[in-house]
């Protein structure tokens, strides 16, 4: 009896230390990454980089993470001048879009896929418009809420400053091309996701645009052709206003930089704190 009590202790002991070893191992490996990641760019996924910063500074304390939010193109800007590490941004910027020239010499690193919406002033009243409706508010060509089957109020335009990623996506994909006012009166410019939430919360009659990880309940997201902007509609192909996310790098990332990459684009992260934001996995999109 003794020896088989002797033998079942014993074997406890080896598989704590196999477990205990292995515990070590992990955590030795995470704790020899180190470094300083500047992460400089889209306000569109800011949330999605400062939750992954925190996640992932915790699993490596060595590794320090700064973000920060400008319009996506600061992001490849940052990069290509050395004053950031990744650039956030979402387009693609090493191809050409309108507007933009490509930026040489970086690289893409799809990190998220996200949906944008038009939004408006919770006082409004209008649920859902056509692309022509949208096309005539935000081009000008319609300026009051009676025309698009709303009260008798001017509409005031909410837009993006020139350089955001979310202004080009939401000009390309909700308006076909066609070209935003730029002045008047019920006419104003914003420069961050952040702002055009508190202008869109704080204003009657505004109308706006904007990623869903920034919506609220003082605002209406549009339903745009009768299509709601939703995670499950942008993954059955239904719903067009969305774009992916990129990390840009000078060249391909290595390191830390690399590291930080990788653990975003996880099966763990996506499907778990980047879901919770409401972006939507890479791997939910059909290739």
């Not at 939703?230 to 192909?237: E, R």
């Amino acid at each position: 009896m003794k020896t088989k009590w002797f033998k079942g202790l014993a074997f406890a002991a080896i598989a704590l230390t196999v477990a205990f070893g292995s515990i070590t191992s992990v955590a030795s490996a995470s704790s020899k990454l180190s470094g300083r990641i500047v992460v400089n760019g889209s306000s569109a996924l800011l949330p999605l980089t400062l939750q992954a910063k925190n996640e992932f500074q915790k699993l490596n304390p060595k590794v320090k993470i700064s973000a920060s939010a400008a319009g996506s193109v600061t992001g490849p800007q940052s990069v290509r001048k050395g004053i950031a590490d990744i650039g956030a941004c979402d387009w693609d910027a090493s191809l050409d879009v309108p507007g933009f020239k490509a930026f040489t010499g970086l690289v893409a690193n799809k990190v998220a896929v996200t949906p944008f919406a038009a939004i408006t002033n919770s006082n409004v009243g209008v649920s859902s418009l056509t692309t022509a409706q949208l096309q005539g508010i935000f081009s000008g060509k319609i300026s009051n809420w009676k025309d698009v089957g709303g009260k008798d109020a001017d509409i005031i335009v909410i837009n993006r400053a020139f350089g955001s990623g979310t202004r080009v996506n939401f000009q390309v994909k909700a308006l076909n091309g066609t070209d935003y006012m730029t002045k008047g009166d019920n006419y104003k410019e914003v420069k961050s996701s952040g702002d055009m939430k508190t202008a869109i919360e704080t204003t009657p009659n505004a109308i706006g645009y904007i990623d869903l990880v920034y919506v609220t309940s003082k605002m209406t997201a549009l339903k745009i052709n009768n299509v709601a902007p939703t995670a499950a509609n942008v993954i059955n192909g239904s719903y067009k206003v969305w774009g992916y996310g990129y990390y840009m790098t000078k060249g391909q990332p290595t390191g830390a930089v690399k590291a930080f990459i990788e653990y975003i684009q996880s099966a763990k992260f996506q499907n778990g704190s980047l879901k919770k934001l409401k972006f939507i996995p890479l791997s939910a999109m059909k290739k």
